[in-house]
């Protein structure tokens, strides 16, 4: 009876726990409710009372989910405090909350648990469980490193070519620093960075932490460890698939993005017609950057072309690398469509990359993780057009915007009734958590079936 009894109190406590990915869903929940509650505050808010409670919502789930969709004036709404609780929100929400977690742990009690090593695995996107430590150090290390050159850079900039005081320039790079390299976009001027459209010694620091910050941790990690023993002898070859597909793919998207923005937008009196030929070329490529799910503006968005925007919707889908700070599906879920698709097209059977051959399970998890995406986005950009008269390029930019959290905006989220704010909060939740990891998070148990049907193919075309 009773080791019946201990077997019956362990099979309880093995049906309670959470699922890994839960675990990671929970807590990024419970960092937005708790940076909501701060933004709450009388002290967080410039004059009298505190922020509504959809206001701080919207704005930390903002900062956490890295987005930088806002619906008040981050620069002259909040205090201080405010911006500094916004700013440690997209810290938290830049390591990831189980990495940040790990950390701690680490520092207390030198190691890691089975579970804390697996939990820290799902929100870094670990292949092998011995790598996390290493890997979230690692992630520290980076990050810090390059927020603090960054930071540096700007200081220096704001200091010396725009006459601010120390602290104020100071604090204007940290914060512009670690909202460009966790891919946020918060800003902390009114016009977002519409006033250094022609600035380079702003503009170019802040894109290289948002390429740096969307490559993904495991990819910078990766090209850390090669710098660091053997700085001269580097070779393509031994660097991993989702490194090549995510440097290549991040390089071709930046020059395509680029070249099109650009092309579309040269000669628009509202955006870069009234630049230089030079300020021209740095503005089109600022904003081909910021696609990549970073949300810094230095043109006003509301103004650009229709074609510039649809372009700008598909940048912003496709995202950066995975187990970073970028949104979107990612570019490695991109380019495995691309080659499923070139594959067919070509008649062959296996696809192969690289010299290696894809699984079928990852054909069908990009196939998924793209469906899904399109699913939701329809249906929260449907959802909008119902509620509001705002036109359909806008609402799907958007929304778009908010599921893959990059806070580029027209100018419409703080215009939306409160239900159409609720759809952009869950599009970002959704869209940093991925749909992949939020839908395992919620389902009960993994269902495995212990027979098969037989085939029979249906015709496709």
Request: aromatic share 8%; hydrophobic share 50%.
């Amino acid at each position: 009876m009773h080791s019946r009894a201990v077997r019956e109190r362990g099979n309880t406590t093995k049906r309670h726990r959470l699922h890994p990915a839960q675990v990671v869903v929970s807590g990024f929940a419970l960092t937005i409710l708790g940076g909501t509650a701060l933004l709450m505050l009388p002290n967080a808010k410039v004059g009298p009372g505190g922020a509504s409670f959809l206001e701080a919502l919207f704005t930390a789930t903002s900062a956490v989910c890295v987005t930088g969709l806002t619906v008040v004036d981050t620069a002259v709404y909040w205090t201080p405090f405010g911006q500094i609780v916004i700013l440690l929100l997209i810290q938290i929400g830049g390591f990831g909350i189980m990495s940040f977690a790990s950390v701690v742990g680490l520092a207390i009690a030198r190691k890691l648990s089975l579970r804390s090593r697996i939990t820290a695995a799902a929100e870094t996107k670990s292949v092998g469980l011995e790598d996390v430590k290493g890997l979230v150090f690692g992630v520290v290390r980076i990050s810090l490193a390059i927020e603090l050159t960054v930071a540096v850079v700007l200081a220096l900039r704001f200091m010396l070519g725009y006459g601010e005081p120390v602290g104020r320039a100071i604090w204007l790079g940290v914060f512009h620093s670690v909202s460009s390299f966790n891919n946020a976009g918060f800003a902390l001027f009114s016009d977002n960075l519409m006033g250094y459209a022609t600035d380079a010694w702003i503009c170019l620091p802040i894109c290289a932490a948002v390429i740096l910050g969307g490559l993904g941790f495991p990819v910078i990690v990766q090209l850390t460890r090669q710098l660091r023993t053997r700085p001269f002898s580097w070779s393509i070859r031994t660097w991993t698939m989702n490194t090549r597909i995510v440097l290549a793919g991040t390089i071709a998207l930046l020059v395509l993005g680029t070249v099109y923005i650009t092309a579309v937008e040269w000669s628009n009196p509202n955006t870069l017609g009234p630049l230089d030929w030079s300020g021209k070329l740095l503005a089109g490529f600022f904003q081909s950057v910021q696609t990549r799910t970073a949300g810094f503006n230095s043109v006003d968005i509301g103004q650009l072309d229709s074609a510039s925007l649809l372009g700008m919707d598909i940048l912003m889908l496709v995202g950066g690398g995975p187990a970073g700070t970028a949104g979107g599906i990612k570019i490695t879920t991109f380019a495995v469509l691309f080659f499923i698709l070139w594959t067919e097209v070509r008649g062959q059977v296996a696809v192969n990359v690289f010299g290696k051959r894809l699984s079928r399970a990852v054909h069908r998890e990009a196939i998924t993780i793209a469906l899904l995406a399109v699913g939701v986005i329809i249906a929260a950009t449907a959802a909008l057009m119902l509620m509001t008269d705002i036109s359909l390029d806008a609402l799907l930019f958007e929304t778009i915007s908010a599921f893959a959290t990059v806070g580029l905006s027209t100018g419409i989220t703080a215009g939306l009734p409160w239900e159409g704010q609720i759809i952009l909060i869950l599009l970002m939740f959704i869209g940093r958590l991925g749909p992949i990891t939020f839908a395992s998070a919620i389902a009960l148990r993994e269902r495995r079936s212990t027979y098969e049907y037989p085939k029979e193919r249906p015709i496709i075309g």
